[in-house]
């Protein structure tokens, strides 16, 4: 993964009308607002907007969680974004991935997975690299997916690569919970 320079600092939640800051603190993890939020919390209202839609696909959509971090991780590893990584490989290990399966998703749909998942991983690659689902891939998951899981499909891999480019563009800084942080500490 690319190494990133942080280009927005983070925000001073003093700063924040007492809305602003309870919505940016509900963003925690070991007691401590997440670098994302830190920097996201520079335009509320962004934040504000955004965070509707990132909590459907993180937590109200209908695919199954464990099929939801194979896309994010995907994307997240196809457009170098080691924030995006990090987080989800902590977020997909408690959805069930293994650290070998977290390994072949950055080796690609070829890399031992079942039909399923390997369509998966090819969802994202074909979004990514054509900004469209193949007839072959799209075939593949609709044979188990309904029309409104496959609609959660591109817009997962679509939210997770707009988180990418911000996250990347931003600089956003791993946290220091993560495994990242400490190899570049």
């Not at 969802?123 to 409104?148: C, H, M, P």
């Amino acid at each position: 993964m690319t190494a990133r320079k942080q280009r927005i600092p983070f925000r001073d939640f003093s700063t924040l009308s007492a809305e602003d800051r309870e919505m940016g603190e509900r963003n925690k993890v070991n007691g401590e607002v997440v670098n994302i939020f830190r920097v996201l919390m520079q335009n509320p209202k962004l934040a504000r907007s955004w965070s509707r839609f990132a909590g459907y696909i993180l937590g109200g959509q209908s695919l199954p969680a464990r099929d939801r971090e194979i896309l994010i991780l995907r994307i997240g590893w196809l457009n170098q974004a080691p924030y995006e990584w990090e987080q989800h490989v902590r977020i997909g290990k408690s959805a069930g991935l293994t650290d070998d399966e977290i390994d072949r998703i950055s080796k690609g749909p070829k890399a031992g997975w079942d039909k399923h998942e390997a369509a998966l991983i090819q969802a994202a690659d074909d979004l990514y690299e054509n900004s469209v689902v193949s007839d072959e891939t799209w075939k593949q998951l609709f044979g188990r997916y309904s029309i409104e899981q496959m609609m959660d499909v591109v817009f997962t891999i679509g939210q997770y690569n707009l988180v990418s480019w911000a996250l990347n563009s931003f600089g956003v800084p791993l946290d220091d919970y993560l495994p990242g942080a400490k190899k570049n500490a």
